[in-house]
C-alpha cells in the first residue's frame, strides 16, 4: 500500500485542482465545444431517446457539428436522431455542407450488422435571417428515411437485438449512420465567439418527434477531460518511480 500513497495523494491534489479550476473558469474558452443532451427519461412516441450534439469552430467561417445517438440497441426507427435545430449567433449567411463523416451500419433481420463508410443523406436547411438551422436526414432532396443515427449494439451479444422489423433487415430504413455522425458547416461569420442556442433534436422519419436539448455546463466538460489528463500524468510519475524504486 505505501507504493500507493504517492499516486493516491497527487490524484487528490489533482482532483481538487481540476474542481477549482473548472467551476472558476466561467467565461468560454477559444474553440471550447458547446455540448446539449437530451434531458433524462426523454420519449417520444416509440420509446425512450437519448442524443448528444457538440459544436466548435476551429476555424472561422466553419462549424463543426458532432452527433452522436445514446442510446444503446434501440427497438424501433423512432429511436434514431433524424434532425437537429439550432441558432448560431453572429452567422450572417451560409448554409453548405463542406464535409460529413460517419460508420455506415446495415443491419441484417437477425440483428447481426455490417459497417462500411458513410455516404452522406442529410442536408443543411436555413431559416434565413432567424440564423435558425435544421440538419436533416429527411428534407427536401434527402434521401431518408435511409441514414438515421442509430445508437450502439448489445455490448453483450454485439447485436441489435432489441430491434424489430424497422430497423432489423428493413430495406428502406438501412443503412444507418453509426457512431459520431460529424459535419463541418460553411457558415460566414462563424468564429469561436459563436454562442449555440434552441437546440432541438427530432428522432424517427416522421416530421414532429421533437425533443427541447438541455445544455451540458462547459465546467463539466473542463472538469472531466482536466481529470482525465491529470490522472494520466499521475500513473506516469507514479510509473517512473516504481521503476527507480526497483533499480
Same mark, same amino acid.
Given at each position: ?10 490524484? !487528490?491534489?489533482? *482532483? ?10 466561467? $467565461? ?9 443532451? +437530451? /434531458? ?5 412516441? @416509440?420509446?425512450?431517446? $437519448? ?19 445514446? *442510446? ?17 449567433? =453572429?452567422?450572417? $449567411? ?19 450488422? +455490417? ?13 434565413? +435571417? ?14 431518408? /428515411?435511409?441514414? *438515421?443515427?442509430?445508437?450502439? /449494439? ?6 441489435? @437485438? ?15 449512420? =453509426? ?14 465567439? +459563436?454562442?449555440?442556442? @434552441? ?7 416522421? #416530421?414532429?418527434?421533437?425533443?427541447? #436539448? ?19 500524468? !499521475? ?10 524504486? !526497483? #533499480?
Amino acid at each position: 500500500m505505501k507504493v500507493q500513497r504517492p499516486l493516491l495523494r497527487f490524484a !487528490a491534489g489533482a *482532483l481538487a485542482a481540476a474542481v477549482i479550476s473548472a467551476f472558476t473558469m466561467v $467565461s468560454p474558452s477559444v474553440n471550447a465545444a458547446q455540448c446539449f443532451t +437530451t /434531458p433524462a427519461g426523454a420519449t417520444v412516441v @416509440d420509446g425512450s431517446v $437519448s442524443a448528444q450534439a457538440c459544436f466548435s469552430v476551429t476555424t472561422d467561417n466553419v462549424l463543426t457539428v458532432q452527433l452522436q445517438n445514446l *442510446l444503446v440497441n434501440p427497438t424501433s426507427v423512432g429511436q434514431l436522431l433524424s434532425d437537429i435545430f439550432f441558432t448560431a449567433s =453572429g452567422v450572417t $449567411s451560409g448554409s453548405g455542407l463542406q464535409a460529413t463523416s460517419a460508420t455506415s451500419v446495415l443491419v441484417a433481420s437477425d440483428g447481426s450488422y +455490417t459497417t462500411s463508410t458513410f455516404t452522406n443523406s442529410w442536408l443543411l436547411e436555413s431559416g434565413g +435571417t432567424t440564423a435558425q438551422y435544421h440538419l436533416t436526414a429527411l428534407g427536401a432532396g434527402a434521401t431518408g /428515411p435511409a441514414g *438515421l443515427l442509430i445508437g450502439a /449494439p448489445n455490448p453483450v451479444t454485439n447485436k441489435y @437485438d432489441n430491434a424489430n422489423a424497422s430497423i432489423a433487415g428493413s430495406g428502406p430504413h438501412n443503412p444507418f449512420a =453509426g457512431g459520431t455522425l460529424t459535419f463541418n458547416l460553411a457558415l460566414l461569420g462563424a468564429t469561436a465567439a +459563436t454562442l449555440i442556442s @434552441d437546440v432541438v433534436f427530432s428522432f424517427g422519419t416522421t #416530421a414532429g418527434q421533437n425533443v427541447a #436539448a438541455v445544455p451540458i455546463p462547459a465546467a463539466v466538460w473542463l472538469f472531466i477531460s482536466g481529470l482525465v489528463g491529470l490522472i494520466g500524468v !499521475a500513473r506516469r510519475r507514479q510509473g517512473g518511480r516504481m521503476a527507480l524504486s !526497483a #533499480a
